[in-house]
């Protein structure tokens, strides 16, 4: 079987791969007569008719919110539980409730439960790591920000599980289902916030309840598509037998389905809370308390020490809740029942735990010295502040000339080619050009996404921006591949470099990237390549994780093998190890292509214009709120459109193998 | 079996003497740590809107210390960018405004067809906007603040993001700017780049003044930035009204902005000592650029910071308050 099915496949992908060569060919020559006319060049301060409509609809529901009845009935009951929700989780941890000046649990108390449960639930390992962990934070002298971040987060997580977990569960049985929900997913995680944030607080007003949505919209769609493809990986041949045994679905569900992917589905909710966690900064716009705002106040000073330290402890905070919920997922996923003996003993252990922290809850409620963290001077937040200050202050002294260099090499060679391409081409040429791509890549499917996504984005009246961010996420795309795989292949072939690699690339994907924008800025000019590297940033440790899992899962039989053979270790890695990871190759690139999406905004921050400027404008200027979310939603076509794209190529590769 | 009960004792012999030690120490709310009772009438609420720049926080950080020490008033501060904060007002969680820079949009919205914001008046900061380069520049090319002689240099101010012409870097959208029609109205040969952020205006500018290169970039006064580099101003035409200070046509400076105050019409209303003080709130751009500076360079806590100054300007301070007190 295999040995006949390889030539065809190759046969197809060398095909492929001249269409796509031919393509380019065809557009690169066309371009140079046409270029410069239909381009649908848009001025920054120019408005379509459609983003004045737009505009209007922002006043509408100003002047609509205290007397519609859908107000009145729907979104005010919301609120109001929303804020009672986060009231009194903030009344446990974070701030004074029951007519005390501090919380029911000081962070003696908060320290004791969370360490006793991330013990229980995972290991005395991520046990240990939480203790130390949230102790760090408090050495920082971030603990209150840290409370106020922690109890926002756990309310979004709460409420998008509530919401999630179901709509998953629904959406793993039911292909319709799933079909339906699948482009409110997309939108709700690659609408950029920034868009939604303002309108938010005309709806659910300024307070936790307004913070809470606009974290949960971003963070409720992981669980709900892991949730559905947990439930849906349960072999069918188990559902049959439970089924010809005489179970109602509803124990089928709850005895089959639900436990077969408890572990899948403590995945999703690591998911939705690491998303959750990158949205602590944005949310410290509309005033959510926490860490965001410490960044966000330092980042207005420039202050990259304090804005660090800040980070840093969100990182803490993602590294524990997301080492204690994979350790959970592992624990649900024993199988093997511990002897009677070992049981007694774990039980007896856990007692003695549940006492001593009943004892540290009780002193942490009340006495002082429990309750509030103690400011002492060996605070290790100053050297933070003071080390990350110092090393900021050396890269921008004595490596900016050549960092100028190097952005200058690449935008000329590269990007400005790129986007030279796509912004002065007629909007037919590059439709056609597009649309072609699609075709020999991923099929008629492909093409019909990408056609309407491509109408609708002209209709947006933002076709030239919407081409320049297209550039740059091409560019910033490719370059986060060539990290993905040579880090990820390093990785996936030792496991002391996963060891030393992964908390850095964590780290990365946790830290706000208000932080390092400061010395970007300084490295490489307000300019698009900053923006390119952001995205770099954010998006690379995805794509190396991806690569990683997939070089990792190659049999070790096959590798073996191909050693025996006489192979070099180079020959391995390009002759076997990567073909067979192709799959998680096509994930990473199409993981890559909406992270780097995601960044868009946070680069029309730093110079990348475009998009992302667009969004930040209309953020702030009312007469610019259509013309934003009109923006908004050209990154969602453009997301929308590479993802079905990558992904019927991806489909296609599979088929022809 | 009798190992496992060992140390369970030994634990809770451990947690008893950890009890026990604990028990030390005062209490939470012992202290008597209530609001501190004050002896003047009752001032009641106000709900401050903190936007997110250093100028505005001096501004908040001094009219809170002033309502809270003298006139016994609870501030709640919020913060939110310029838009949020002036919806608001229509929901009713927001107050009060210290430093509007114009937003005739929002003031139309909310001023003169919702009629849910009045105008409390000038805060007496001029806000100044325009073209500025680095101290360096300046003293190296006298002659490039007089906006004629820019072209002369335009090929120096080239960046990877300009192509072939000057760069002219814009920064935070929130603030008006007419910048293209200006590039294009005065025959400069410039391109208007967009930075995005004052983030990356204030990078842009140290990085440009330790490396020696030519920088032009749009700016804006009072800022703290100012305390720690002395940025200066290019001349364009001088403003004279009618020279359509917004618009396609327009071909001269920026007018000097007053920054105003903007508060809820509930709250005006429903009168009390915090809308007086806040209706006279007035200072300069100087008194402002004391208190940011102790806030962005020093580094101390807006409340320092604001104390600093009151108890430096008793005159101003007290120019604030009732008569009688």
Redesign the interface.
């Known amino acids: 079987m295999a040995t006949l099915a390889q030539p065809r496949a190759r046969q197809w992908r060398i095909s492929t791969s001249r269409g796509v060569v031919g393509v380019l060919l065809a557009w690169v020559v066309l371009w140079i007569p046409l270029h410069g006319i239909n381009t649908l060049a848009l ?3 120019e408005l379509t008719p459609l983003h004045t409509w737009l505009n209007g609809l922002n ?1 509408a529901v ?2 609509n ?1 205290s007397t519609s009845p859908f107000f009145l009935y729907v979104i005010d009951p919301i609120r109001l539980a929303i804020d009672a929700l986060v009231r009194v989780i903030q009344g446990l941890i974070s701030q004074p409730a029951l007519g ?3 919380p029911v649990l ?1 962070w003696l108390g908060v320290v004791a439960v969370a360490g006793f449960l991330s013990w229980a639930f995972g290991n005395v390992k991520v046990g240990l790591l939480t203790v130390f962990g949230l102790l760090f934070i408090g050495l920082q002298g971030l603990w209150q920000e840290a409370m106020d971040t922690l109890a926002l987060t756990l309310a979004a997580v709460l409420v998008s599980l509530l919401i999630g977990i179901p709509l998953g569960v629904w959406a793993g049985l039911s292909r319709r289902v799933e079909r339906a929900i699948t482009p409110g997913l997309d939108f709700m995680q690659t609408m950029p916030t920034f868009v939604y ?2 309108p938010l ?2 709806f659910f ?3 936790p309840a307004s913070a809470t949505i606009a974290t949960l919209i971003y963070a409720v769609p992981p669980v709900v598509r892991i949730t559905a493809y947990g439930i849906r990986s349960v072999p069918a041949t188990t559902i049959e037998a439970t089924e010809s045994l005489g179970s109602t679905r509803a124990q089928t569900l709850t005895k089959v389905l639900l436990p077969m992917s408890r572990r899948t589905i403590v995945l999703g909710i690591n998911q939705t809370i690491m998303a959750a966690l990158s949205m602590v900064t944005i949310a ?4 959510a308390p926490g860490l965001g ?1 410490t960044v ?2 330092a ?5 990259v020490g304090t804005a660090f330290n800040a980070g840093l402890a969100i990182v803490v905070l993602a590294i524990i809740l997301d080492r204690v919920t994979t350790a959970a997922a592992a624990r649900a996923d024993v199988t093997r029942a511990p002897s009677p003996r070992e049981h007694r ?1 774990r039980q ?1 252990l856990l007692a ?1 735990g549940g ?2 922290t009943v ?2 809850m ?2 942490s ?7 509030t963290f103690p400011s002492t001077e060996i605070g290790i937040g100053s050297a933070i502040t003071r080390f990350a200050d110092t090393v900021t202050d050396w890269a ?2 004595n490596l ?2 050549i960092t100028a260099g190097f ?2 090499g690449i ?2 060679v590269v990007l400005d080619s790129v986007e030279a391409l796509l912004v002065q081409s007629p909007w037919w040429l590059t439709t056609a050009a597009v649309l072609a791509l699609a075709a020999l890549l991923g099929g008629l499917r492909a093409v019909i996404s990408g056609a309407i996504c491509l109408a609708l984005l002209i209709a947006t009246g933002l076709w030239s921006d919407a081409m320049a961010t297209l550039a740059a996420t091409i560019v910033a795309t490719a370059i986060v591949m060539v990290f993905g795989i040579v880090v990820g292949v390093w990785m996936g072939r030792s496991a002391r470099a996963d060891r030393v690699t992964r908390p850095v690339l964590d780290a990365a994907q946790v830290m706000p990237a208000f932080v390092y ?2 010395p970007f ?2 490295l490489f ?5 900053t923006a390119i590297v952001a995205a770099i940033v954010f998006a690379a440790p995805v794509a190396i994780k991806i690569v990683a899992d997939g070089i990792r899962t190659v049999p070790a039989v096959t590798v073996e093998a191909a050693t025996s053979a006489g192979s070099s270790t180079w020959q391995l890695m390009t002759k076997v190890q990567l073909p067979m990871a192709r799959s998680a190759l096509t994930l990473a690139t199409n993981q890559g292509l909406i992270y780097v999406l995601s960044m868009v905004v946070v680069g ?6 475009a998009l ?2 667009d969004v ?2 209309g ?7 259509g013309k934003g979310l009109a923006a908004g939603l050209a990154i969602v076509l453009l997301g929308i459109m590479l993802d079905r794209i990558s992904q019927a190529a991806a489909r296609r590769a599979r088929d022809a193998r | 079996m009798m190992r496992s009960w060992r140390r369970v004792r030994i634990a809770l012999v451990a947690v008893a003497a950890l009890a026990l030690a604990g028990c030390g120490g005062a209490t939470v709310g012992s202290s008597g740590s209530g609001t501190s009772g004050g002896s003047g009438p009752a001032c009641g609420t106000v709900n401050l809107a903190i936007n997110p720049w250093v100028g505005y926080e001096a501004d908040a950080a001094v009219y809170s210390y002033v309502a809270k020490t003298k006139l016994n008033c609870n501030v709640v501060s919020k913060d939110l960018k310029e838009q949020v904060a002036w919806a608001g007002f229509g929901t009713g969680e927001v107050d009060l405004i210290l430093e509007n820079w114009g937003h005739p949009d929002l003031t139309k919205q909310y001023i003169t067809d919702q009629k849910t914001a009045v105008d409390l008046g000038p805060t007496g900061n001029k806000g100044i906007i325009g073209w500025y380069v680095p101290p360096w520049l300046a003293q190296a090319h006298p002659d490039i603040t007089d906006w004629t002689n820019l072209n002369k240099y335009a090929d120096q101010f080239r960046t990877s993001e300009s192509g072939d012409q000057g760069q002219l870097l814009d920064g935070d959208p929130s603030y008006v700017t007419n910048d293209n029609a200006l590039v294009t109205n005065l025959g400069l040969n410039f391109k208007v780049v967009q930075g995005g952020s004052e983030t990356a205006l204030i990078q842009s500018f140290r990085q440009a003044e330790a490396q020696k290169q030519f920088f032009l970039a749009y700016f804006y006064e009072p800022q703290w930035f100012f305390e720690e580099m002395k940025l200066v101003k290019v001349n364009l035409p001088p403003f004279k009204e009618g020279c359509a200070a917004e618009g396609p046509g327009v071909a001269c400076d920026y007018p000097a902005y007053d920054l105003n105050k903007i508060a809820s019409a509930k709250w005006v209303a429903a009168g009390g000592p915090a809308v007086e003080l806040a209706k006279k709130f007035q200072w300069t751009n100087d008194d402002q650029n004391a208190v940011a500076r102790s806030i962005a360079v020093d580094k101390m806590s807006p409340e320092d910071a604001a104390k600093k100054w009151v108890d430096a300007n008793p005159d101003k301070v007290n120019a604030w308050l009732p008569a009688t007190s």
């Open positions: 001025a920054s301060s006043e100003n002047a919110r005390r000046p501090a000081g944030l303002a607080t005309l007003l300024i307070g410290a716009l509309i005033d705002k966000i106040k980042l207005q000073t420039l202050d003993r007896v003695v006492v001593l004892v540290c009780y002193l409620y009340t006495y002082v010295w429990a309750s921008q002294t900016s000339l952005k200058d935008t000329r924008l400061v800025l300084a000019a307000a300019s698009r390549f029309g921050l730093v110079g990348a214009g992302g400027f930040v404008a953020f702030s200027q009312g007469t610019l709120f």
